[in-house]
């Protein structure tokens, strides 16, 4: 590597150092637990605002906050459940729940089923797998089961079932 080369990444990087540093001091920025309690238990199909999306997104300590509003008000949560799957089926337990996604036949997109004998169902399903979360709402019970089709025609649906798919993705069910 050159003088120049070395020289140009050493600024990048203190650069960088910088910017992370005064994202840390600078709590001003952050939305406070009103704001952060208002989003987590936002509708569904309500808007957001989209600055405690960005908050959540680039700053971890707010991020594990939210995490944390959204635990407590969960019927129940999986932080990083591991997922598993026999190819044909993708299934994980969340709480007292089992989530199980059967896969597309030629008429019908991928379903979503969440069985439980709990004595609540969730309204909500919010999927979170990096810095991307996912709300989608969910139907009511029958005998038992809610049933979500993860059509692709639906942006949401189909990205939440990507998401239920990976082992990293957190699932609460509120």
Same mark, same amino acid.
């Given at each position: ?9 050493? =600024?990048?990087? !203190?650069?960088?150092?910088?910017? *992370? @540093? +005064?994202? /840390?001091?600078?709590?001003? #920025? ?44 969960? =019927?129940?949560? !999986?932080?990083?459940?591991?997922? *598993? @799957? +026999?190819? /044909?089926?993708?299934?994980? #337990? ?81």
């Amino acid at each position: 590597m050159t003088d120049e080369a070395r020289l140009l990444a050493e =600024i990048h990087a !203190a650069r960088a150092l910088m910017r *992370a @540093s +005064d994202l /840390a001091r600078d709590t001003s #920025r952050r939305p406070g637990t009103a704001e952060l309690w208002a989003h987590a238990s936002r509708e569904p199909s309500g808007p957001v605002d989209l600055a405690v999306v960005r908050a959540i997104r680039g700053d971890p300590a707010t991020a594990r906050r939210y995490r944390a509003l959204l635990a407590g008000q969960a =019927i129940a949560h !999986a932080p990083l459940a591991a997922a *598993a @799957s +026999d190819g /044909a089926v993708a299934s994980r #337990r969340v709480g007292p729940f089992i989530l199980e996604i059967l896969p597309a036949d030629d008429d019908a997109p991928p379903l979503l089923v969440l069985r439980s004998s709990a004595a609540r169902p969730p309204r909500a399903i919010e999927a979170m797998l990096g810095d991307e979360t996912v709300r989608l709402a969910l139907p009511p019970a029958i005998d038992g089961a809610i049933l979500v089709a993860l059509d692709p025609g639906v942006p949401e649906a189909a990205r939440l079932g990507e998401m239920l798919r990976d082992r990293a993705c957190a699932v609460f069910l509120l």
